[in-house]
């Protein structure tokens, strides 16, 4: 079972909108993660984090913004949208050991 | 720069029949090599996972097997059941600050 939670599992959003999408984990990770998946596609990587600081944007449009409250908690700011924003998308956290260990994900709408 | 490479999809097997999914990748130094599975409509799971050469990663009757020569991690299960139609992703983490590069996925779909 993930001990990644994610937050909602379904958004409908308009392109004026501002919703966030929450994460928590509870195994102690010091590193989380944002990834962006379309339909049977790999995940594609947006944002790391590493002790509560931001240290991977792999050039994201800023209409999304993280934030990492804590160790335990990941956000992602949602404002503007775009239609082809529409996507899974995945909170995943892990050790400094490397394994990845993903959320079941929020499946976001922009309409 | 890093690179997973799995074999296309989609893959329709009969119940009880062997699977193999091919995983072969590209990277410089000694990375960790991952397996994960996305069920319809679900997020991904960690399926197995080996971290150094001849290791072999298990779990719900998969198996895979680290091989440094070939570099290679390809997925085996030896009877398959409905329950495991998924997309399957082959993936490993190297010396990227945690990144995970991840294969194309390859969609298994398992008949009665």
């Known amino acids: 079972d993930t001990e990644v939670t994610q937050t909602p599992k379904h958004l409908v959003m308009g392109m004026t909108n501002k919703k966030s999408l929450k994460c928590e984990q509870h195994m102690g990770h010091r590193a989380m993660y944002w990834y962006k998946q379309k339909a049977k596609k790999p995940p594609e990587l947006m944002f790391v984090y590493s002790y509560e600081k931001l240290s991977i944007n792999e050039s994201v449009p800023s209409r999304f913004s993280p934030e990492c409250p804590n160790s335990s908690l990941l956000n992602l700011h949602l404002h503007a949208l775009q239609p082809e924003d529409s996507a899974l998308y995945l909170c995943?956290?892990?050790?400094?050991?490397?394994?990845?260990?993903f959320g079941e994900g929020s499946w976001l709408t922009v309409v | 720069g890093d690179s997973v490479t799995q074999m296309e999809g989609p893959v329709t097997l009969s119940e009880e029949a062997f699977l193999t999914i091919n995983c072969t990748y590209t990277?410089?130094?000694?990375?960790?090599l991952f397996w994960y599975v996305q069920y319809p409509g679900e997020g991904l799971q960690l399926l197995l996972k080996a971290t150094k050469a001849d290791d072999k990663g298990s779990n719900k009757g998969f198996e895979a097997t680290y091989r440094k020569e070939t570099t290679s991690f390809h997925l085996e299960k030896g009877s398959v059941q409905v329950s495991d139609s998924a997309v399957y992703f082959c993936a490993l983490s190297g010396n990227q600050g945690g990144k995970l590069i991840f294969g194309q996925g390859t969609e298994l779909s398992v008949k009665p």
């Open positions: 990277a410089t130094g000694y990375p960790s």
């Open positions: 995943a956290s892990s050790t400094s050991g490397n394994t990845i260990y």
